[in-house]
């Protein structure tokens, strides 16, 4: 399978979060605007961790050492916020029933999110991006993985909520 193929793999199995009638819409979205917002809890769940508890369990703020950390860390999809606030991870929406990690939201079934458009990496953008790209449609981060970087940010110093 060529990249351009996983990706297009990839942008399917999300759009497949939104109903039939919905997805042409998104699609056209993420073709306008690089991003496109989509529902929680179906197919995935999501943790926002605020970047400074990222950047603390990192050791850095450089953007850059901050996603090979994310990408030596976790064996799933994570995406920067266009304000560089937030790192979003991508979970089995089974992860609802054990997410427990305080100053770390948990999006859950009833939730949304803004999502780029798959392939769109930080040198391509200077707006909302994948710091890890999902590699194959349904492998998403461990929650365990997940926790583990949340508390180690929180930790060392990490305190927004």
Known sequence: ?????RTAAVRHWLLA????????AAAADWATR???????????SAARLPADI????AGSADWATIDRYLAVSF???VFCTGDRGLYVALLPPSAVRTWTVAGVAFLGRGSTMTVPVPGLTRDRTAGAYW???????GVLCLPDDVAHVARLGLRRG???A
């Open 131 to 137: 710091a890890v790209p999902m590699e194959s449609p």
């Open 75 to 77: 064996d799933g999809p």
């Open 17 to 24: 979060a939104l109903p039939d009638g919905e997805r042409t």
């Open 158 to 160: 990490g305190c927004r």
């Open 54 to 57: 990222v950047a603390s369990a």
């Open 1 to 5: 399978m060529t990249g351009a193929e």
């Open 34 to 44: 690089g991003v496109t917002v989509l529902p929680c809890g179906l197919l995935f």
